[in-house]
């Protein structure tokens, strides 16, 4: 079966519940979110970039290279948007160690992690992180356009790639993003499936921010693309000018699944943060990079 929802603890009534009418679950760290110290690590190396796809942007950007790669053959990759925030391993993602983890035990494949940030505009401050604001990040990730695919595609990875080797298949490309970085990641898929076949969004603002409450109506009347996509939202999600969160990331499972996309939607009671995401972060990635003969365990 290509399309899936999880929904944990709500249904949709549950929407209709105040914060402080639910009481949100508790999401622990996955195993295969923490340093197992007998495992190979793999290493992380940092760069600085200035765009011009995005004119006058500076940006912090990383490259995990995973020690089983060799650089005998092309390997897969998987870009992140908020790359500081996926990358730290004090985080809710701790997506290195995962990646050192699931490497380690063959469930997904060797691949390099491109971590990147959003620009900024006022001067590239010395420490990665949200503050100060990224000037930049709404017009990079909520634009409905090819512009942060050509970034990515023009620039960031055939400079990755001087090092080393990377795919040149669809299908071993994967994106992920976070929020604005989530609905980001769908629309660098949607615009380039010959170029991204794997998408990550964990609380995916498809709202209109810059117009991306309308791609369930787009998905619905749109030849379906070769994208597998993998959604998680919370019932206390923001609701505010833009949009409900909770009710938007449904009507783009919805309209995923009336197309026949292969997708997973997992659904529960968390906010606007990573817990939930984080918590599922290893088996989202066994799903999204098993094999069509492997159902690959559901992210819960």
Partial sequence: ?????????????????????????????????????????????????????????????????????????????????????????????????????????????????????????????????????????????????????????????????????????????AIAGMSSGGICAWTVAWERPNQFRKVVSHIGSFVNIRGGHNYPSLIRKTESKPIRVFLQDGSNDLDNEHGNWPLANQQMAKALQFKGYDFQFVYGDGAHNGKHGGAIFPDTLRWLWRSESDTGRDPQ
């Fill in 1 to 173: 079966m290509k399309h899936r929802f999880t929904y944990l603890t709500f249904s949709i009534l549950g929407l209709f519940l105040t914060p402080l009418e639910a009481q949100q679950e508790s999401y622990p760290l996955h195993p295969d979110s923490q340093v197992k110290p007998d495992l190979p690590r793999g290493k992380i190396t940092h760069y600085v970039w200035e765009s011009e796809v995005f004119p006058q942007t500076q940006r912090h950007y990383s490259v995990y290279v995973p020690a089983q790669y060799d650089g005998s053959e092309s390997a897969a990759v998987m870009v992140f948007q908020d790359g500081h925030a996926y990358q730290n391993p004090q985080g809710d993602f701790r997506a290195t160690v995962v990646l050192d983890n699931l490497i380690h035990a063959g469930e997904i494949p060797v691949m390099i992690g491109v971590f990147i940030d959003p620009g900024h505009l006022d001067g590239l401050p010395e420490k990665r992180g949200w503050r100060p604001t990224p000037r930049n990040r709404s017009f990079e990730y909520d634009t409905l356009s090819d512009q942060y695919a050509r970034f990515l595609l023009d620039e960031i990875l055939p400079e990755v790639a001087k090092q080393y080797p990377l795919s040149d298949d669809p299908e071993m490309r």
